[in-house]
């Protein structure tokens, strides 16, 4: 079933961003960092859904850049899909562009990868499948 997995939301510090959410009684579930995305990462689980707070490590990683060029704010939105593989099949075979066509492993043992907004009407979309069994 495909569902809204996360909202990717970019920000300066995950210390100062948590204190807003756990102001409104969230709880941050996970903080872990993501080596080859140079970022750390604070998952706060919402119903069936998740914010997830991104955090740079290194003044190089694509959140830097996003945040030098457009401040903190929402990055991406992250759907879940059942095959993932298959779905990235599916965009190629329609001619969607993908910002990388390898498949990466991320927060959580999570497969994912995303799809460029000039395909998806403006909005930077990852599509997310729940790690493979024995991850």
Not at 8 to 20: C, E, N
Not at 116 to 122: D, E, F
Request: a negative charge.
């Amino acid at each position: 079933m495909h569902t809204i997995d996360h909202l990717g939301i970019a920000v300066k510090s995950l210390a100062q961003a948590r204190k807003f959410y756990e102001q409104l009684g969230l709880e941050i579930a996970s903080e872990e960092i993501v080596p080859h995305e140079k970022v750390k990462v604070a998952m706060i689980p919402l119903g069936d859904s998740r914010i997830e707070l991104l955090e740079p490590t290194g003044p190089d990683s694509t959140i830097a850049k996003f945040l030098e060029k457009r401040g903190e704010g929402l990055h991406h939105v992250a759907l879940h899909v059942p095959d993932l593989t298959h779905a990235v099949e599916q965009l190629k075979a329609s001619g969607a562009r993908l910002i990388s066509d390898e498949i990466k492993v991320g927060a959580g043992g999570h497969l994912y990868v995303f799809v460029h907004p000039s395909s998806t009407g403006g909005v930077l979309l990852e599509l997310v499948q729940e790690a493979p069994s024995g991850v």
